[in-house]
């Protein structure tokens, strides 16, 4: 709710239905939803049949603001979609290291990839013969 936004919901047309439904989407604001006294992090839920809207916000105890409560035409398809205000311009990343990581400029790897692998390699063999001779001294009578 921070950066504003929109809360979207689809109204299918289903004819031959109590709540028949129009086709279209239906649409609020965050701003909206903001006045109704919904926050960040409250849950969203949208009935199908007359498109009731309720927030629950879940503390020490779960609460409900009602948004939408008498029933309606539209026939709510069940799923909510949510599309966020841009965010403010941020300035552009560093341009990519060799391997595709990215680093501030200047600052380089105290110690290069290579060799911590190949330290890596040449313990890992130290121990397997290391393993191994433990194992043939066990075998000898």
Known sequence: ????????????LTLGHRVTGTDSVLR?????LASAGV???????ATEGGAALIAVRCAVQCTTITLIAKP???HGEGHLAFALNQSP?????????P????????????????AV????IAILLALAVA???LLRRRRRP
């Open 1 to 12: 709710m921070a950066r504003g936004g929109t809360l979207y919901y689809a109204d299918r």
């Open 28 to 32: 609020l604001p965050s701003v909206q």
């Open 39 to 45: 926050k960040e992090g409250d849950m969203l839920v």
């Open 72 to 74: 309606t035409k539209a």
């Open 89 to 97: 311009a941020t300035p552009s990343p560093s341009p990519a290291a």
């Open 99 to 114: 391997g595709g990581a990215t680093q501030p400029k200047g600052i380089q790897p105290a110690v290069p990839v290579g």
């Open 117 to 120: 692998l190949a330290v890596a």
């Open 131 to 133: 393993a191994g001779t």
